[in-house]
């Protein structure tokens, strides 16, 4: 039995533009027939038989449904794919725009936190000025305060009697 490959789409594209996207690769079904409905006729002259005929037909009809579903298989499985890409591609861009939102909100709060730092050491510097000040303020009150304690310390004069 001889086997000869056939191809349905008559037109044949050009592959040069296709090589960036290999989906956009054009596809040529190609269905395989059995050369055994071809025979050599008897030496009495007779053809083929009617249900040699009808068994071939009805088996190339089943083939032709076989082949069919496993092209639409097929291409459904394309599509899937192409769906799936498109999801995945989706799903990178999101995460690289989170990425970049995530960049922006770091970099806020780096320079608060900078911010908040450097008022924090302002503040500490204040607060040491003030305790000095308050140290100082407290030699000057007790230089001010120790002759007075004398004073009080010291009983006040007795008046004479005349």
């Given amino acids: ?5 056939v191809v349905e789409n008559h037109s044949l594209l050009s592959l040069q533009n296709h090589t960036q996207n290999p989906d956009s690769i054009p596809f ?3 269905r395989i027939f059995s050369m055994s409905h071809i025979h050599d006729f008897s030496s ?9 005929v009808f068994d071939e037909a009805t088996a190339a009809g089943e083939q032709g ?3 069919e579903k496993r092209i639409k298989r097929m291409i459904s499985n394309r599509e899937s794919a192409r769906r799936s890409r498109m999801r995945k591609k989706k799903q990178i861009e999101e995460l690289q725009h989170q990425v970049d939102q ?3 909100t770091n970099r806020q709060l780096s320079e608060k936190l900078i911010q908040l730092l450097e008022g924090n050491q302002h503040v500490l510097q204040e607060n040491a000025q003030l305790k000095e000040r308050v140290s100082s303020l407290q030699v000057i009150l007790s230089d001010l305060i120790s002759p007075l ?3 009080v310390e010291m009983p006040p004069p007795t008046p004479k009697s005349t």
């Fill in 1 to 5: 039995m001889q086997a000869v490959e």
């Fill in 28 to 30: 040529y079904p190609t």
């Fill in 44 to 52: 009495n002259g007779s053809s083929l038989n009617n249900d040699t």
């Fill in 65 to 67: 449904l076989t082949y």
């Fill in 102 to 104: 995530l960049h922006i």
């Fill in 149 to 151: 304690q004398r004073n």
